[in-house]
């Protein structure tokens, strides 16, 4: 284990539960956005004269296949590359699973991403607030500790530095 890793998750979960949705919801619309500009621009093909969900592809696919052959008396089976015509294969067909299953994987991966990014955020607003709570509350000498890794670092000096500050001052009224 690390030395600067926490054995207990510390994160204000309503701010870490806003952030990460904030961040899928604007994902979300911007996969949905370019799900709807691909609609469109069929629909708009289709206005024009050009009807994209009528149109048929031939797709010539290659495969492998195992063929028996007899040589000198001897049967053997040998693999053969070869092509499969597919007809009518509509271009919808191809391109709406494509976009679909981009879209899912894009959101898989950006929920962990978010997830895992949303604690070096969440953490740090919540250890800030909990020390900024004891000053209030008239600790002295509180100073907020952040890892390495964490977002915020700036912020924390900065209050550190403000802290020591007002206790600088209270100290030089007493």
């Known amino acids: 284990m690390g030395r600067n890793k926490r054995k207990q998750l510390v994160v204000d979960k309503s701010f870490q539960l806003r952030f990460v949705g904030s961040f899928l919801l604007s994902v979300m619309g911007a996969l949905i956005i370019f799900t709807l500009l691909v609609g469109l621009y069929y629909w708009v093909s289709n206005m024009a004269g050009e009807n994209l969900f009528r149109e048929f592809i031939t797709i010539d696919r290659q495969v492998i296949e195992e063929r028996t052959i007899t040589e000198e008396g001897v049967e053997r089976v040998v693999k053969v590359p070869t092509t499969k015509t597919i007809l009518g294969v509509k271009r919808w067909e191809l391109i709406l699973p ?23 955020i969440a953490g740090p607003v919540y250890r800030i607030n909990c020390e900024l709570d004891k000053v209030l509350q008239g600790k002295k000498g509180v100073k907020i500790k952040l890892r390495e890794k964490d977002r915020l670092r700036g912020i924390a000096i900065r209050v550190n530095q403000l802290i020591q500050r007002l206790d600088q001052a209270e100290e030089g009224q007493a």
């Open 98 to 120: 494509a976009i679909l299953v981009n879209n899912l994987i894009i959101m898989i991966l950006l929920t962990v991403f978010g997830i895992r990014y949303s604690h070096r």
